[in-house]
Nanobody, 122 residues
Framework: QVQLVESGGGLVQAGGSLRLSCAASESFFSINDMGWYRQAPGKQRDLVARITSGGSIDYADSAKGRFTISRDNAKNTMYLQMNSLKPEDTAVYYC????????????????WGQGTQVTVSS
């Protein structure tokens, strides 16, 4: 059974920091790209940051300079360090994993976590 377990969300004041984690279950045969997305009420889900298996990273403009994405391939875990948080960062944050569940599956599929709420008060 595929599981992506997110943790680290919560309520923080503007200017504060949070560290999100996303742990992928051992069901994955291989994991390629991992990413963090967020969705605020009434808005679409947008990419925050993405990291490939080789360590290449992309950030949304809103995250550059404040957020840092990383991953521990040995633990199938991804992190998002969020500093200098702003009220506009308030959203549900979702992790996304592109991976294969078996060597017999020729390509990766995308899987989503359940989301973790981040609320930044002004």
């Amino acid at each position: 059974q595929v599981q992506l377990v997110e943790s680290g969300g919560g309520l923080v004041q503007a200017g504060g920091s949070l560290r999100l984690s996303c742990a992928a279950s051992e069901s994955f045969f291989s994991i390629n790209d991992m990413g963090w997305y967020r969705q605020a009420p009434g808005k679409q889900r947008d990419l925050v940051a993405r990291i490939t298996s080789g360590g290449s990273i992309d950030y949304a403009d809103s995250a550059k300079g404040r957020f840092t994405i990383s991953r521990d391939n040995a633990k199938n875990t991804m992190y998002l360090q969020m500093n200098s948080l702003k009220p506009e960062d308030t959203a549900v944050y979702y992790c996304n994993v592109q991976g294969r569940l078996s060597a017999s599956i020729p390509r990766s599929f995308g899987y989503w976590g359940q989301g973790t709420q981040v609320t930044v008060s002004s």
